[in-house]
């Protein structure tokens, strides 16, 4: 792992050399997990345009960073971020590159008010996670893995959708299983919705009891090495409502399209539109309210975004969610979502997938059907 992660850092530099900061100070912790292996609550990592990078963390997790982090100059410290700023200095950087995004007001005006530090101080953009967006074999493997952990602990609670059960307990449950399977932790809150809650696209469980003609919506995610999984399935309990499965059909129709339209070159808001245009199109464009999905990996949540608007285009080995959804105020609604990597006609060969032209060129990581099931 180690050259895998130095492998990293070596295109991070290309992109510093290219740009206005001598050295750049990395302080997002998914960004500092992918330059360098170490999961540290204090870290970051000074990574100058050319030579050797340096991370600076505290006691607590210097024997850890020492093992992990083999090929980096450690730098022990409580207060990370000031030891680095000063320290580009005394290696010669004038301008240090840091990241917006993720450094506070207070954060930066501490560090450009350092007497010994950097003399100016320019914001990189989103540097790192431009080059995470193309995921390398090791993190695909994660990602499968964290996908196949959440398939099995979603059949394995299914038993327990039933009227006697409420969301909060469905969502505990699933949650154990995910770590009883082998799961880090979980990937993010899940989500359990019934009935007219599953109007509600974020719903966070509560104490509703399931009831007989409810569906109910289920978003969950195992974690795997810092690689978050992503997926929804609607389930009915009991026979369902002519208007449910309507809704059903259509956003499983929209989702397929969707995950078709998922190939390398495709622009980010085209690929939303093949699935936006089917619900449009059925009378239920104001219920879908959301983008069509976003890419995955070390956050849930991460490059690219496709939705209306969005801008940028879809290339290969790029892991993405697909998940439109239909929500009807006081009714309820259906959201159906895969974690999938887009895939060229030359990396999909080798997959388990290959034979499977259903889902066009992306390898779909998220098993488990998308029939309606009547529980």
């Keep these: 792992m180690a050259q895998i992660h130095a492998r990293r850092r070596a295109r991070a530099q290309q992109k510093i050399a290219e740009s206005d900061a001598g050295a750049a100070l990395i302080t997002s912790k998914p960004n500092v997990r992918y330059l360098s292996g170490l999961a540290s609550s204090n870290v970051a990592i000074l990574l100058p345009a050319s030579g050797p990078g340096v991370l600076a963390t505290d006691s607590r997790y210097a024997e850890a960073a020492e093992r ?3 090929d980096l100059q450690i730098v022990t410290e409580r207060q990370v971020e000031p030891a680095l700023a000063m320290l580009a200095a005394q290696l010669g950087c004038g301008t240090l590159g840091f990241e917006a995004q993720e450094m506070t007001v207070e954060r930066h005006a501490a560090l450009a008010g350092l007497p010994d530090g950097p003399a100016l101080m320019v914001p990189l953009g989103y540097l790192v996670e431009d080059i995470r967006m193309i995921k390398d074999d090791a993190e695909i493997e994660l990602l499968a893995s964290a996908c196949a952990i959440t398939a099995k602990a979603f059949a394995a609670v ?3 959708v039933r009227p006697d059960r409420t969301e909060r307990d469905l969502a505990v449950l699933l949650e154990r299983a995910m770590i009883d399977l082998g799961a880090d932790g979980v990937a993010f809150d899940t989500i359990v919705a019934s009935g007219p809650n599953g109007a509600i696209p974020h719903h966070s469980p509560g104490d509703r009891a399931f009831r007989p003609g409810d ?4 978003d969950c995610g195992a974690q795997v090495g810092g690689y978050h999984a992503d997926m929804t399935r609607t389930v009915a309990l009991g026979e369902p409502a002519a208007w449910q499965r309507e809704i059903y059909d259509l956003v499983a129709a929209a989702q397929l399209a969707g995950i078709r339209a998922a190939v390398p070159g495709a622009d980010v808001d085209a690929v939303d539109a093949s699935a936006r245009d089917l619900i449009a199109a059925a009378g239920h464009g104001d ?3 959301h983008g069509l999905g976003h890419g995955v990996g070390l956050e849930v949540h991460e490059a690219p975004l496709m939705g209306p608007g969005r801008t940028g285009k879809l290339v290969d080995r790029v892991p993405v ?3 439109p959804g239909i929500y009807l105020p006081g009714k309820g609604g259906v959201r159906i979502e895969d ?3 887009v895939r060229s006609a030359a990396t ?3 997959t388990a997938q290959a034979a499977n032209e259903a889902a066009g060129a992306a390898e779909v990581l998220t098993t488990t059907t998308k029939e309606l099931l009547v529980l």
């Design 158 to 160: 299914l038993p327990d």
């Design 321 to 323: 969610t697909v998940e």
């Design 68 to 70: 992990v982090c083999p």
């Design 348 to 350: 999909r060969a080798g």
């Design 339 to 341: 974690t999938l990597v």
């Design 287 to 289: 219920h879908f309210g």
């Design 215 to 218: 569906l109910i919506t289920i």
